[in-house]
């Protein structure tokens, strides 16, 4: 029997030590691990038109852009429907949270408090990926 296929999941952050433990951390999940990685939104756009991932964990606060910018292209694609799209930012707030769904976002975690929860959807996705068809 085969090993099932690794997620592959871009991930966009424009800090390199949150973007390093994010790296260990989804690597270490064995079931998933970064394909690409991109600290702007101009350059989140042209990776993702370059190749399809399972999932993407967005900051809204980049070097350049938005994580929001970022939610608006894969809504316009119609990207969202195979693609999971994670938003972890610091600025949880109330109104950030409603545009990130109005864009399509499936979660939204708060940096300080649920930086843990982006590995628990990740695992949470690669064990849907792995059941058999018709379970």
Not at 50 to 56: E, L, R, T
Request: charged share 25%; hydrophobic share 45%.
């Amino acid at each position: 029997m085969s090993a099932a296929p690794m997620l592959n999941v871009l991930l966009i952050e424009d800090s390199p030590l949150i973007r390093r433990s994010l790296i260990e951390a989804i690597d270490a999940t064995g079931s998933a691990r970064v394909g690409a990685f991109a600290d702007s939104a101009a350059a989140a756009l042209r990776v993702l038109d370059d190749q399809p991932f399972d999932a993407v964990i967005v900051d809204l606060q980049l070097r350049e852009g938005s994580g929001i910018e970022v939610l608006a292209h894969l809504q316009r694609r119609k990207m969202l429907d195979s693609t999971l799209a994670v938003v972890l930012t610091n600025h949880a707030l109330p109104t950030y949270r409603q545009r990130c769904a109005q864009y399509g976002a499936h979660h939204f975690f708060d940096k300080s408090l649920e930086f843990d929860r982006v590995i628990e959807v990740l695992e949470q996705l690669a064990s849907q990926a792995r059941r058999p068809l018709g379970k």
